[in-house]
């Protein structure tokens, strides 16, 4: 069935490791085990992928609340006097548009050549704190490059490996948390408004998320985490793995690091020009490739696909228009809120409204749009 084949799809993208090498476990390991869930390796971690129905678990997010186990992430702490002057260089989009403590900012890091070395969120603490958040799967890269930018500056970077974190998402999972906040915090976290945080005596808690839904990513000392994600349950959240997850942040548009960007793709041909601020008065790593590509117009970009047929898109699988091959998936498969297969691909810039990809040999139709399927449980195309 399609099912069985999403989920070895799935398997195939989360969890290509060999599990018999010693992997990485997060504090919440034990109750995934207790719950039934399919771990696989992702990333050097043992994480799971779901716990009986990867495509019941992506619907339960869009129709109620979920949550994940993201605790693999890597949480750091910036603080000094150049903090700020730090991350201007560091980063493409800018730091001063943080202008209220808690304010969240997506950004990615880049190169010298304008290459992402990683996507992140950071987030303006007060003075001169920040918290930043990057991806698992990059974690020594991007704090030895991080390390290496804090030369010459008056600032101290700081991993924060013992943190717990777990993302509650969908309509419900406000009320979810809010439920179980103390009377001192709930009227903090419950005037929080999307893409802020708090800290309270709870955790660091943030009105983020990569599904498309509304919710919360909840920073946790570790010995917090499983009583949340008890009360959580007890509440009718349903834990959720990293397969529903994939599918989520595919139908929300949400880029994957090392599917739809890398370090030979800039941020203006990853649908991510919004993210770039470019100021003569700031030139952070970078900032002259993008000049020049914003300047001359990108050769190629990033889109969303529908496919016309039957059939599964799945990554580097190439697209044509004739003869011409014009390029290919970066991210693709079923949608279980829109019951067709969905992708995002790299294409040349002149090419619009339809192309075709070849799948097994055969070229199949497909549609041309936005790299953006599903936002607050609904279709946006």
């Known amino acids: 069935t399609w099912t069985e084949g999403f989920y070895r799809f799935g398997i195939e993208r989360l969890g290509p490791g060999n599990m018999t090498q ?4 997060t504090v919440l390991n034990e109750a995934h085990k207790r719950a039934g869930a399919r771990l696989v390796d992702f990333s050097g971690w043992e994480m799971p992928l779901h716990y009986g129905s990867q ?10 609340a979920g949550m994940f186990d993201v605790s693999h992430m890597v949480v750091s702490d ?5 903090a700020k002057r730090y991350l201007q260089q560091l980063l493409a989009n800018d730091v001063d548009r943080l202008q209220t403590i808690g304010k969240a900012l997506y950004s990615c890091m880049l190169n010298p050549q304008g290459g992402v070395i990683d996507d992140l969120i950071v987030y303006w ?5 920040y918290r930043i958040v990057t991806n698992a799967g990059t974690r020594d890269g991007d704090l030895a490059w991080m390390q290496q930018q804090l030369e010459g500056f008056e600032a101290i970077l ?3 490996p013992n943190l717990a974190m777990v993302a509650v998402q969908g309509p419900e999972a406000r009320n979810a948390v809010l439920n179980w906040l103390s009377k001192d915090s709930l009227p903090v976290v419950e005037a929080l408004e999307r893409f802020v945080a708090a800290t309270v005596k709870e955790g660091f808690i943030a009105r983020t998320g990569y599904t498309g839904e509304d919710g919360f990513e909840l920073v946790l000392a570790p010995e917090d985490a499983e ?3 008890q009360a959580m349950i007890d509440a009718g959240v349903a834990p959720c793995g990293l397969g529903a997850r994939d599918t989520l942040r595919l139908e929300a ?10 370090t030979t793709t800039t941020p203006l041909e990853s649908a991510l020009s919004w993210t770039v601020a470019l100021n003569e008065n700031r030139p952070f790593n970078g900032h002259s490739t993008l000049e020049q590509q914003k300047a001359e117009g990108i050769p190629r970009k990033l889109v969303g696909l529908k496919l016309e047929g039957k059939g599964v898109m799945r990554s580097q699988q190439k697209l044509f228009v004739g003869d011409r091959e014009v390029g290919e998936i970066t991210s693709g498969g079923f949608s279980p809120t829109l019951n067709r297969t969905i992708a995002l691909a790299r294409i040349t810039s002149d090419v619009e409204n339809s192309c075709e ?10 549609t041309i749009g936005r790299p953006l399927f599903v936002r607050d449980g609904k279709p946006v195309q």
């Open 158 to 160: 700081e991993e924060q």
């Open 55 to 64: 495509v019941e678990e992506h619907h339960t997010i869009r129709q109620k």
């Open 253 to 262: 548009g949400m880029m994957l690091y090392g599917s739809d960007m890398d």
């Open 22 to 25: 010693t992997l990485k476990k």
């Open 357 to 366: 990809v070849e799948m097994r040999g055969k070229r199949i139709p497909v």
């Open 125 to 129: 603490l007060g003075e001169n704190n």
């Open 78 to 82: 910036l603080h000094g006097a150049d």
């Open 227 to 229: 009583p949340f994600w």
